[in-house]
Every structure is written in structure tokens, then in C-alpha cells.
């Protein structure tokens, strides 16, 4: 039966995997209401889990390292209180199934920001080529064809993962329709930038700090 997570841990796990996010954002990410939201967030703070910063007229959520200390507890908590250890075992197997579509993504991404020129060397793709880049799409596509029944094992354990299969399809099938942007571009809509997310959110789940060796296959 899948586990839905508390509030409080939601917003916590939100503002983590977003890196930097306004009370909308978290709302969003959290699927809170932006007052709840906003009060979970004001309560974090006053622990000193997260800190709000403005820098040229915008602002947003982040964590602090205590507030990273204690999600990454909560989570441990929260695949603890799974008596059968089922929960556990589909976040280690998705960390493991990850790894490999990881690669291909990342690459398939660099594959739409640079292309072989005739010389050789890696130019700026210019997206001229709509065989190269149609070829790209397609892996991608691939890619997230490929995570489809991981997230359908770890939403089947943790309700928290629903979601990420419909943005991935959204920015892809926005990508196709001609938005560039929603391949690699800055932000949550993008391919990448769900993507992104989701790795975070399988290093946290997992206790896995970022950077550290991956399990492969």
C-alpha cells in the first residue's frame, strides 16, 4: 500500500529537491495549499530547518545543513516504519535502475546543447539539423520510457513519486511540439529539470550523498 508522507517532511523534501523555491513552488512540489505550505515553511524556519534569501528583486526557501540533516532522518524514518521492509528494498532497486538512464539522459541532454561540427569539434547546436535533433528526442523519449516502471514500483510504496512520469511527459511532448527550452533549460519544466528532481529526490530517499558512487546494475 503506498505511504503517504507527512506534511511537515513533504515540504522539507520540497524544498530540497527544488534547491531554491518561493512559497508557490513548494506548494506546488508539496501538492500543499500555498498557506499550508507557507506555515509548514515559517515552522521550518523557526528550527532552523530552512532559510528564506533575496538576491536581485527574487527570493526563495533553502535548506540549511541542519534542515538537510533532518529530512534526511525523516525519510530514514519514514522507509523504517515499513515493518516489511518492501518500501526499503524498491528505493534501493530504483537507485540501481537509475543509474544506467541517468548516463543516457545526461547525455542526450549534452547532445542537444552540442553537436559535431565537420571539423570534428563540438559546436553550439543551433537545431538546424532536425535529424540530430530528432534522433535526440527520440532517446529521450527511450529514457523516459525506461523510468516508467521504476517510478511505477517506487509511487506503488511512496505516493510522493506520483507525478514525475507526467512532467517528464509534458516537457518532452512541449520539446516535440518545437520548445527547445523544455529539453535542458533552467528550471523544473524542463526534461532535465524533473529529471534533476528526481535524482535528488532517489539520493535523499536512499541516503546516498550527492556525488558519492551509484549502485549499477
Known amino acids: 500500500m503506498s505511504r503517504a508522507s507527512e506534511p511537515e517532511l513533504l515540504v522539507l523534501h520540497a524544498v530540497r529537491v527544488r534547491g531554491t523555491a518561493d512559497d508557490a513552488a513548494v506548494a506546488e512540489r508539496s501538492g500543499l495549499a500555498v498557506d499550508d505550505a507557507r506555515e ?18 527574487t527570493g526563495g526557501w533553502s535548506l540549511t545543513e541542519r534542515g538537510r540533516t533532518e529530512g534526511e532522518r525523516r525519510l530514514a524514518a519514514e522507509l523504517a516504519a515499513d515493518a516489511s521492509g518492501r518500501a526499503a528494498a524498491v528505493v534501493r532497486e530504483a537507485v540501481t535502475a537509475f543509474a544506467p538512464l541517468n548516463a543516457r539522459l545526461l547525455k542526450a541532454c549534452t547532445d542537444w546543447q552540442l553537436r559535431p561540427s565537420d571539423g570534428g569539434r563540438l559546436d553550439v547546436n543551433d537545431h538546424r539539423d532536425a535529424s ?10 527511450a529514457v523516459v520510457d525506461g523510468v516508467r516502471p521504476v517510478l511505477a514500483e517506487l509511487t506503488g510504496e511512496l505516493a510522493r513519486y506520483a507525478g ?9 511532448a512541449a520539446a516535440r511540439a518545437g520548445d527547445g527550452a523544455r529539453v535542458a533549460g533552467v528550471g523544473a519544466a524542463s526534461v532535465h529539470g524533473a529529471w534533476m528532481e528526481l535524482h535528488e529526490d532517489l539520493l535523499a530517499t536512499a541516503g546516498i550523498p550527492r556525488g558519492a558512487v551509484e549502485p549499477r546494475p
Do not use: M, T
Open 40 to 57: 509548514h515553511l515559517l515552522d521550518l524556519e523557526a528550527h532552523g530547518h530552512v532559510a528564506w534569501a533575496e538576491f536581485a528583486g
Open 132 to 141: 540530430w535533433d530528432g534522433r535526440v528526442l527520440d532517446e529521450l523519449g
Open 164 to 172: 514525475y512520469d507526467v512532467r517528464l511527459d509534458d516537457a518532452l
